[in-house]
């Protein structure tokens, strides 16, 4: 073997190592690009979802010890340590989430009274509640209302639809529809190498 022959096989070896390396460093590249699309997909898909379950926002005031006991417009009897609310017009039975603006604290509480139509408070919570969102204390608190999931937004939106609902945002979430799974291909053109032969797929 002249010296020739040895440059040029050192230089083949060379050739498909880099061009491995290359091939590595591309499948990665390929790979941290699907994560990134998919978890913009969820954070965007998340994001809407959260914002369509809003249904009001107002002040929140909790039930005094007075009303221990006392019927509720549902005709359920009132307990300060039940997780309940009133609230002037969404229907009886409706589960919301009432989370608190000044800390994030939630609570899950179904509707099962009526506050007064001259109310300045969207929504009455029992004390349990609302010492789990830790507003006692304040007596009063901003709060954003939601509907407790998607099948009660549901509920919600076809209780409504052929009633008056000022004041309160009620619109349907649109899903996402199912597709079937594809593999995407990204894939560049890629060299295949042999040993003495470089070839163009």
């Known amino acids: ?83 309940t609310a009133a609230h002037k017009r969404l229907p009886l039975g409706t ?8 800390n994030g604290l939630s609570v899950v509480v179904r509707i099962n009274d009526r506050l007064p139509p001259y109310s300045k408070r969207q929504i009455d919570i029992s004390r349990a509640a609302a010492e789990r969102i830790e507003m ?12 407790l999931d998607l099948d009660e937004l549901d509920r919600l939106v076809e209780y409504y639809s052929d009633k008056e609902h000022s004041g309160l945002r009620i619109r349907p979430f649109h899903r996402v529809v199912p597709i079937s799974k594809r593999e995407l291909d990204l894939s560049l053109k890629k060299v295949k190498l042999e040993r003495n032969n470089f070839l163009l797929l």
């Open 1 to 83: 073997m002249n010296l020739l022959q040895a440059k040029t096989g050192f230089g083949q070896e060379l050739a498909f190592l880099l061009v491995k390396r290359a091939e590595s460093v591309f499948s990665v590249v390929k790979f941290s690009i699907l994560v990134f699309f998919f978890f913009c997909l969820m954070c965007q898909e998340a994001y809407a979802k959260g914002d369509s379950l809003l249904i009001q926002e107002g002040i929140a005031s909790f039930y005094g010890k007075k009303f221990h006991g006392k019927k509720t417009a549902s005709g359920e009897i009132f307990y300060l340590d039940s997780l």
């Open 136 to 147: 006692v204390q304040d007596g009063l608190a901003k709060v954003r209302i939601e509907a």
């Open 95 to 102: 589960w919301v989430r009432v989370i608190n603006q000044k």
